[in-house]
């Protein structure tokens, strides 16, 4: 086939598929709960630090985001986009003051993690998940996938689409 | 030597040292800027998660707890007092709201990490550090070890004797 024939067809394959491609893209199109086989990925909680956030309001956590070594090694390097593999977790825990630690500073300043809330996943795969930007986003609760509206995930997540979609910043 | 002879000598030995021992417990019985001869333990900064926590005041931080391997293994399975080798960082950066992230959340309610402040670190030595209940204390600032008063590291520490001088509680 000559190359303009290959594009002719191209784009006639292009306009047909376009309708199924862009309701494949505004609904959600995959299920949360399938990411990782809807099972935690296998040694999360020693991945390497991101960083840690508070979260006031109705979540009330404290958080660490972790990443495994490809996302951490893509992290260090400020290399972007993130390469397929890349996967961070987000653990959360209940927001707690710390009466034994505020004893020893003589004034209620220390807060703690209290009891775990969820974890929270975006792992990268370009194709798997081109309907959310490259990121699959899963969470569990007490160590069971949980359902969550993942166009959801994604429309937070479009404000810093310029950094792949990713809010947390390394911290060194 | 027979066994009586060797415990009366000991014993004579102990009371002649006594005082030299008790004056040493009482000072500042190293240098902070002595522990790991002064340099970052190499790697901490890869170092699995304990927990994070947040403190108001003076500090305005938020801190991430890591461990090296000897330290998360004692923490998981809750073995104490914790094995000489263990080693714990605490590493804390400015405590800063997020614009970026409450102007997604609709509210200002989410804090991150800023700039990084100091590490901290306590490593277990139960003879090198006796007279800081087996602990050595250290602070690094900017990558470079900056003296702290040990006996007061480890007077702050002292109400947490049970549970090793750890306030720390591992976070799952």
Redesign the interface.
Known sequence: MKPIQAIVVTAIAAISLGGAMLSLAAEDSYDSTSVFGGNLPPGY??W??I???????K?ND???I?GNDIAVKAYREGKLPFPDGAIIAR?A?S?VP?E??N???G???????GA?TNVQFMVKNSSEYASTGGWGYTQFSGGKSTHVDVQACYS?HV??KDRDFL???Y??
Chains 1, 2 share one sequence.
């Not at 960083?51 to 309001?57: F, L, N, P, Y």
């Not at 004034?107 to 993690?113: C, G, K, L």
């Open positions: 909680r020693d390497k630090l960083s840690v956030a508070h979260e006031e309001g979540l404290i958080r660490a972790l653990i825990w927001y710390s034994e630690n004893r020893v500073f004034r209620a300043q220390s807060f703690v993690a775990p937070c404000p810093v809010f947390t910043r911290s060194p």
